[in-house]
């Protein structure tokens, strides 16, 4: 990557990924890569496409920081290796086969009224506790992207109407929001995602892998496509300028979590179990 590569691809992303502790980090890039490659289907396609991951790092983790020190010193993990870009906030990792995965930095925040945003493409540090305009304002001002992310239960009552006052607002910047495949099947659409396209703000769909060991699987199953040209030495800053363009298309792709997976997993969660 020493110079810029601008190509016009498929470009398939997860825009929220976390690397949760309970993850190892080659297994993950190897089901990135299988999920990812399921989505192109043809060896055509997965040769002419562009797998990425938007790292969404809740406080006290860092694990991009990890792999960026990885990339500097182009240090490998079994069947991985890691290179720095052109920019800060992003590396690849390849793998034996020159199998590319983009990785991009990027934090998620929690606001003073409990709701979660996400500040993809930034490797900047965000305060919790702010209120949601403050943080969402912040993450703009230090050029990251806000997407306002669902979650279980997250959405309703007090907290609906505050996403709703802020689709009737015209004084904040433009704001994603973040479908996830750890919605259940059985649930609708949430009616927000329609208010916001029709607004012009688009949904950007990922995994949100849950702190489960057998959910370093997830990433890359679940995710986006766009037809763009994107520059390789710079995936994050060509990747910012792709979403903020309203002439974008982006496509979802992956199935949504079935009753048995969800149930289970809520289970495990609140017991607090690990495996």
């Given at each position: 990557m020493?110079?810029?590569?601008?190509i016009?691809?498929?470009?398939?992303?997860?825009?929220?990924?976390?690397?949760?502790?309970?993850?190892?980090?080659?297994?993950?890039?190897?089901?990135?890569?299988?999920?990812?490659?399921?989505?192109?289907?043809t060896?055509?396609?997965?040769?002419?496409?562009?797998?990425?991951?938007?790292?969404?790092?809740?406080?006290?983790?860092?694990?991009?920081?990890?792999?960026?020190?990885?990339?500097?010193?182009?240090?490998?993990?079994?069947?991985?290796?890691f290179?720095?870009?052109?920019e800060?906030?992003?590396?690849?990792?390849?793998?034996?086969?020159?199998?590319?995965?983009?990785?991009?930095?990027?934090?998620?925040?929690?606001?003073?009224?409990?709701?979660?945003?996400?500040a993809l493409?930034?490797?900047?540090?965000?305060a919790d506790?702010?209120?949601?305009?403050?943080t969402?304002?912040?993450?703009?001002?230090?050029g990251?992207?806000?997407?306002?992310?669902?979650?279980?239960?997250?959405?309703?009552?007090k907290?609906?109407?505050?996403?709703?006052?802020?689709?009737?607002?015209?004084?904040?910047?433009m704001?994603?929001?973040?479908?996830?495949?750890?919605?259940p099947?059985?649930w609708?659409?949430?009616?927000?995602?329609?208010?916001?396209?029709?607004k012009?703000?688009?949904?950007?769909?990922?995994?949100?892998?849950?702190?489960?060991?057998?959910?370093?699987?997830r990433?890359?199953?679940f995710?986006?496509m766009?037809e763009?040209?994107l520059n390789l030495?710079?995936?994050?800053?060509?990747?910012?300028?792709?979403?903020?363009?309203?002439?974008?298309?982006?496509?979802?792709?992956?199935?949504l979590?079935?009753?048995?997976?969800?149930?289970?997993?809520q289970?495990?969660?609140?017991?607090?179990?690990?495996?």
């Amino acid at each position: 990557m020493n110079s810029p590569v601008k190509i016009s691809q498929k470009i398939i992303a997860d825009a929220h990924v976390h690397i949760h502790r309970c993850f190892e980090i080659d297994q993950l890039l190897n089901a990135s890569l299988a999920n990812f490659q399921k989505v192109s289907q043809t060896q055509t396609d997965i040769d002419n496409s562009i797998f990425l991951i938007f790292l969404t790092e809740m406080p006290g983790d860092f694990e991009f920081s990890k792999l960026l020190e990885y990339a500097k010193k182009s240090q490998q993990i079994n069947n991985w290796k890691f290179a720095i870009t052109q920019e800060s906030l992003s590396i690849y990792a390849v793998n034996n086969n020159n199998q590319k995965i983009f990785i991009i930095a990027g934090r998620q925040i929690v606001t003073a009224e409990k709701l979660e945003v996400l500040a993809l493409i930034s490797d900047s540090e965000f305060a919790d506790g702010l209120t949601i305009e403050t943080t969402i304002e912040n993450i703009v001002s230090k050029g990251g992207i806000p997407v306002l992310p669902w979650g279980v239960g997250k959405w309703l009552g007090k907290r609906g109407k505050i996403l709703q006052k802020l689709l009737n607002s015209d004084s904040i910047p433009m704001v994603y929001f973040g479908d996830n495949s750890g919605r259940p099947n059985f649930w609708s659409r949430p009616s927000y995602f329609q208010l916001a396209e029709q607004k012009g703000w688009k949904v950007l769909p990922g995994t949100d892998p849950l702190p489960l060991k057998s959910e370093y699987s997830r990433p890359g199953s679940f995710g986006f496509m766009v037809e763009s040209e994107l520059n390789l030495a710079e995936p994050g800053k060509s990747m910012k300028q792709i979403l903020l363009n309203p002439t974008t298309l982006v496509q979802p792709y992956g199935v949504l979590e079935t009753p048995f997976r969800f149930i289970r997993n809520q289970l495990a969660i609140r017991d607090g179990n690990k495996n």
